[in-house]
């Protein structure tokens, strides 16, 4: 399970930038480099372009150090979600607006965390969490639900695979906009029902699923991911 996560996690990095960018790309509010596409591949090369085949990488110590505390907590506490999502939620909010500074003058990610936990501490991080708590609970109730549903039993791996893949996309498409709200949420550091209306009001419906295609990429590729390491490791252990 740790090797599959680290693989993926570092695989899916790039498109976890673009999935970002995607989301965030309209919040003008601060320093960012403004991409002009919302267009994956366009997205992509205006990255290298301006940055070099690094900056799909970038911020990428702030979700590896993420994922290692993830890893931890899973094996000390495996029960205790809530604990789990209180210590990492800060993590993710800071990767969030470290993405959102121009990469040609940004500071560092230690320079960047030390600037704004000495100006704002550490609450504001916080921006977000209820509706990410929320998001949480209500995605994994109705992923495991839509997962028995369409269980077939004595079914092929490739059935399975194809089943929990079904569940995940129909999961994601019913619980993205709240997804979409809390990174926003996040990015601004604000009231989440101000950003939801001042999004709505901006860009409708549609802006709602800003950046759904890359999420929806980058859950496939971590299923298949997923799905590849699991069938190594039984053929390792046979």
């Avoid at 110590?61 to 209180?86: K, Q």
């Avoid at 996040?186 to 295609?213: P, R, T, W």
Wanted: aromatic share 12%; charged share 15%.
């Amino acid at each position: 399970m740790v090797l599959e996560n680290w693989i993926s996690h570092f695989l899916t990095a790039p498109f976890v930038r673009i999935q970002q960018t995607q989301q965030l790309q309209q919040q003008h509010k601060y320093p960012l480099l403004i991409f002009t596409s919302q267009d994956i591949f366009d997205i992509f090369l205006e990255i290298l372009s301006n940055e070099g085949l690094g900056g799909l990488w970038r911020g990428y110590s702030v979700a590896a150090l993420e994922h290692t505390i993830d890893s931890s907590l899973r094996f000390m506490m495996p029960n205790s979600i809530l604990i789990r999502e209180t210590l990492l939620f800060p993590l993710n909010s800071f990767h969030c607006r470290y993405l959102l500074l121009n990469s040609a003058t940004s500071p560092s990610v230690a320079e960047y965390a030390k600037q704004h936990l000495d100006s704002t501490g550490i609450l504001p991080f916080y921006h977000g969490f209820p509706t990410h708590l929320l998001t949480r609970y209500l995605y994994t109730k109705t992923h495991r639900k839509l997962n028995r549903f369409m269980d077939i039993p004595n079914s092929s791996v490739a059935t399975k695979f194809i089943q929990h893949t079904a569940a995940t996309v129909i999961t994601s498409i019913l619980f993205y906009p709240l997804q979409l709200i809390t990174k926003l949420t996040q990015a601004k550091q604000s009231n989440v029902l101000a950003v939801a209306h001042d999004h709505y009001s901006q860009f409708g419906i549609e802006g709602f699923y800003f950046g759904f295609s890359s999420t929806l990429l980058v859950l496939l590729m971590k299923n298949v991911i997923a799905n590849g390491v699991q069938q190594l490791e039984t053929r390792l252990k046979g």
